[in-house]
């Protein structure tokens, strides 16, 4: 059953940083596009970047460039997002996503359909 779980969320003050995982089962990683979304209570889900299946190619919401970096790491099952420079507006429920395909990533939500549970990243001193 494929599967995909979110974790390394939590409090952190403004500045600071937070690396989030999204550790896959059931599928071969190196098959699938992996996004990171998030949502803030009362708001749309924002995607905010993606690599494609080989990590060639990765794409980054405005609202993050330059701050986040997306990795992957294929032996491991494991898709990364570091979070540098944390802002209180980044506080929201962070989401991973998969979708097998090769090729370009988009940040749409309908281009995944597989989800995690979430994690929560909370930013505030």
């Known amino acids: 059953q494929l599967q995909l779980v979110e974790s390394g969320g939590g409090l952190v003050q403004p500045g600071g940083s937070l690396k989030l995982s999204c550790a896959v089962s059931?599928?071969?990683?190196?098959?699938?596009?992996i996004g990171w979304f998030r949502q803030a209570p009362g708001k749309e889900r924002e995607g905010l970047s993606c690599?494609?299946?080989?990590?060639?190619?990765?794409n980054y919401a405005d609202s993050v460039k330059g701050r986040f970096t997306i990795s992957r790491d294929n032996a491991a099952n494991t898709v990364y997002l570091q979070m540098n420079s944390l802002q209180p507006e980044d506080t929201a429920e962070y989401y991973c996503?998969?979708?097998?395909?090769?090729?370009?990533?988009?940040?749409?939500?309908?281009?995944?359909?597989?989800w995690g549970q979430g994690t929560q990243v909370i930013v505030s001193s």
């Open positions: 996503a998969a979708v097998r395909r090769r090729g370009p990533c988009y940040l749409s939500r309908g281009a995944y359909n597989y």
């Open positions: 059931g599928f071969t990683l190196d098959l699938y596009t």
């Open positions: 690599i494609s299946n080989s990590g060639g190619i990765t």
